[in-house]
């Protein structure tokens, strides 16, 4: 189903190395990924058996290479979500700024999983352990920022959703 | 007398007296993704006023929201979807839905695909299909978001589903249609009895190649939301008599269908179909087909 074997192994290997960065250390097996002209779905055995190479969509939809960066879609952030991984678990209000696009404060952060340091990527939960997104640790989370100052950068948040539409 | 006076008149001799309405917005929750009681509660809790459509198990119409009921965190979760109360019925009218394989025929933008992987528990598969590119990106957003993980898309005209080599178990023609007035303020003037009848023949040419892809007992649901028996009542009694299809009963919302349109008796099995005339919902056409044996 692979249109192309090598292009589809580097993809293999952008997924591994996100997901490894997030700390996750589940793997899926590359005879259940498809690759549809840069974007990885995760298929199942009866999806495997009743699909033709040209669909457009097909299982779980895990995320696509934007020139050479792996960009995750949210089902796979969910996915990871439910795995040990690194999280930060914000306040509602953080929540709400974070779907808008917005970077978190350290003041608003409930609670930390996983990796602290800076240039560590994390998952980003909200009071109820819903994944919201993922951003980058800009400043150690262990150690006390300035105030005002984010200390975790918005990469991507589910308010993208809308922003796709537009 | 006006385009508008034309149709008016139409809706009169099938019994329905033409009223200008706003359906109320309406959601679905989406139970594979959460709790009914629980995200009843968080909505509540953001100010969100709700009412629990009385004819739909997973249905609720938004009385009052202080925010867009499109743009919470619940939402873009895919806790629930926004769908017409009307446009939740055809779904729910299919049974025993786990592990099943269906075809959604017309699937674009997708508020049906995701009702029937909530329905099937994202069991079996379902092959969704349509013709509009656009309208396929938005339909696997609504995919991706609701985490639904049994289908699979194709860019593709539902009259040549044969060429898929598959039998379905269910199939459901939410058919493209003329629609209906309370969806578009110029409806009256921009819609003809020419392209009402064109719109009959494409839904008759689905119906015959959907209905060559289904198994020996299974089950078709054919809905609309145009309220022209061209594309409902009378299609339905076309199908039956050329297509080796029975209508069956079905208890759900609505009025019986039409046996009698301007001056035409139609088989009398039609009256099983049902006929939503706008009001508290848009209005909406559905019926139940099986093979006759």
């Known amino acids: 189903m692979y249109a192309n074997l ?12 996100f997901m490894q960065k997030l700390g996750s250390k589940i793997s899926f097996g590359s005879e259940n990924v498809l690759n549809k002209k840069g974007k990885l779905f995760l298929i199942n055995k009866k999806l495997h058996e009743n699909s033709q190479s040209n669909f457009f969509y097909a299982g779980i939809y895990l995320g696509e290479n934007k020139q050479g960066k792996f960009i995750p879609s949210f089902n796979l952030l969910f996915i990871l979500s439910k795995q040990k991984t690194n999280k930060v678990i ?77 | 007398m006006s385009k508008r006076d034309f149709f008016i008149n139409r809706y009169k001799h099938l019994g329905w007296n033409f009223v200008n309405v706003r359906p109320n917005q309406a959601f679905r929750i989406n139970r594979n993704n959460i709790e009914p009681e629980e995200l009843l509660r968080r909505l509540r809790k953001s100010g969100v006023k ?9 249905g609720y119409w938004i009385v009052q929201s202080k925010t867009s009921v499109g743009a919470t965190v619940e939402y873009l979760l895919g806790f629930y979807s926004i769908q017409g109360a009307a446009s939740q019925i055809p779904v729910s009218l299919f049974t025993k839905m786990k592990g099943k394989k269906v075809l959604d025929a017309c699937a674009a933008p997708g508020g049906k695909t995701v009702q029937l992987a909530d329905l099937m528990g994202n069991t079996g598969l379902i092959v969704a299909l ?28 539902a009259r040549q589903s044969s060429l898929l080599n598959l039998k379905f178990d269910r199939i459901l023609i939410d058919a493209p249609c003329s629609g209906n007035f309370t969806m578009d303020k110029n409806w009256f003037n921009r819609r003809t009895i020419k392209d009402i009848k064109q719109n009959a023949r494409l839904q ?23 309220l022209e028996p061209e594309e409902n009542e009378l299609n339905m009694d076309w199908a039956i008599a050329n297509l080796n299809l029975r209508i069956d009963k079905i208890e759900c919302y609505g009025e019986k269908g039409a046996i009698s349109v301007f001056g035409k008796k139609l088989n009398n099995t039609v009256a099983r179909s049902r006929r939503i005339w706008p009001g508290k919902t848009q209005g909406f056409f559905v019926c139940k087909l099986r093979r006759k044996w």
């Open chain 1, 6 to 17: 090598e292009e589809s192994g580097k993809l293999m290997n952008l997924i591994k190395d």
């Open chain 1, 90 to 166: 914000i306040d509602k209000k953080a929540a709400w700024l974070f779907i808008y696009g917005k970077d978190i404060f350290r003041e608003r952060i409930l609670k930390v999983e996983g990796d602290t340091k800076k240039g560590a990527i994390t998952l980003v939960l909200n009071n109820f352990e819903d994944c919201l997104g993922f951003g980058e640790i800009i400043f150690d989370l262990d150690k006390k920022p300035n105030k005002g100052e984010a200390v975790v950068n918005n990469i991507l948040d589910l308010g993208d959703f809308l922003r796709r539409e537009k």
């Open chain 2, 50 to 58: 709700l009412e629990q459509i009385p004819f739909l198990k997973n």
């Open chain 2, 130 to 157: 349509d013709i509009n590119k656009r309208r396929l990106r938005a339909l696997a957003n609504h995919l991706e978001r609701c985490h639904i993980s049994n289908s699979i898309v194709y860019l593709f005209d």
């Open chain 2, 204 to 226: 008759r040419e689905l119906l015959i190649k959907c209905t060559d892809c289904l198994e020996d007992h299974g089950e078709i649901v054919y809905s609309t939301c145009s």
